[in-house]
């Protein structure tokens, strides 16, 4: 039998994998080690009885796709749909949820009526005010394993505001430690009976994939002539003129984050008396080789099949990183919309997913 003490694998603020031998800090962040590995050694393992689960944050954790969902490697967190083995996960295994979070610029949001929910909030100190906010999640095995049981977790994420406003959410920003914690967790049948005395596994909680998009490269839109701008172009399957919609800054659109362009009339085509008073915005080129074109009226049936498809490969993630996910496994790298005139006043828009997809004439 093992006698030998259990020891913390990740660090409690950061997530990154720990060296064996009692490590007194996390060479990742600095986060002292020592308490965490005493209090270790008398904590219980979780059970279903309702104790508290492990919390991993993913942090500064690198994510990879694996099989058409996510997996951290380096941790060895089991997502949702990739447990293959016949038992379920023990006590000392890690499983991984998805928290339901939208990518921002430079971090992550949580809503309520998107995923969370606004459970309770109290007074602090200094007129501040507390607002907790609660997520379900659901972890399962591959089809056919695990016995048939299904982890129920349940996540409470908080947020600050000013005494007398209220707060619909929280956000933080990316290599922060999130606000994240598990609250719950049972493990259940799959017609949702409690099993009761079943050990719960680690948990992690993950941020979905983020699909590295405008505000996540440090790139800028270059200038060039017209005459360089069509040489740049061989092999773009978008030719034309274009005007930015909402400037050079990321938006949220139909395909998640992007850039919105529309055609617009080159100045030859105005008249001169167009071109002497009438402002002329910013013009540019885009390059797209491999864009998906569909109709923005049948877009949310796309959409419906999209979390499907992602939901069966175990990719339980909020709309918009479903979105940016499916487009990106199908190497698409831009949306043309057409039937746009509702939204947005033109038959046709391009979203671009890069700064460098774009050049000034």
């Known amino acids: 039998m093992d006698n030998s003490r259990p020891t913390i694998a990740f660090c409690p603020r950061c997530g990154a994998p720990l060296p064996p031998g009692n490590p007194r800090f996390c060479i990742e962040c600095g986060y002292p080690l020592a308490a965490q590995n005493e209090d270790t050694l008398s904590t219980p393992l979780p059970s279903s009885a309702g104790q508290m689960t492990v919390r991993l944050p993913n942090a500064r954790v690198a994510q990879s796709v694996i099989g058409g969902t996510v997996k951290l490697p380096s941790s060895g967190a089991v997502p949702p749909g990739m447990w293959v083995l016949d038992e379920p996960p023990s006590a000392q295994a890690v499983v991984a949820i998805y928290a339901p979070l939208r990518a921002i610029v430079g971090g992550w949001s949580g809503l309520s009526g998107q995923g969370w929910r606004r459970d309770e909030r109290q007074a602090l100190a200094g007129s501040r005010m507390l607002f907790t906010f609660l997520a379900e999640r659901v972890w399962f095995p591959a089809p056919g394993c695990g016995g048939g049981l299904q982890l129920h977790v ?35 049948t799959s017609d949702g009976h409690p099993v009761p005395n079943q050990p719960i596994p680690a948990i992690q909680i993950m941020a979905p994939p983020r699909i590295p998009r405008v505000s996540d490269l440090n790139e800028t839109i270059r200038r060039m002539s017209r005459s360089e701008a069509d040489r740049w172009l061989v092999g773009s399957v978008t030719q034309g003129v274009y005007q930015l919609l909402g400037g050079d800054i990321q938006q949220r659109t139909p395909a998640g984050r992007g850039l919105l362009l529309v055609e617009v009339v080159e100045e030859e085509q105005r008249n001169w008396l167009q071109r002497l008073f009438v402002v002329t915005p910013a013009r540019y080129r885009v390059r797209i080789e491999r864009p998906l074109t569909v109709d923005l009226t049948t877009w949310n049936r796309q959409v419906k099949q999209i979390r499907q498809e992602a939901a069966a490969l175990g990719l339980d993630v909020e709309t918009d990183a479903a979105i940016e996910w499916w487009i990106d496994r199908y190497g698409y790298d831009g949306v043309i919309f057409t039937g746009a005139d509702q939204r947005y006043r033109c038959n046709q828009v391009i979203v671009a997913f890069r700064r460098g997809q774009l050049v000034r004439v």
Request: glycine share 8%; net charge negative; hydrophobic share 35%.
């Open 154 to 188: 349940t996540i409470a994420a908080i947020a600050e505001s000013e005494e007398g406003r209220e707060r619909l959410g929280f956000r933080y920003r990316i290599g922060d430690d999130p606000p994240m914690e598990v609250r719950y967790a049972e493990w259940r």
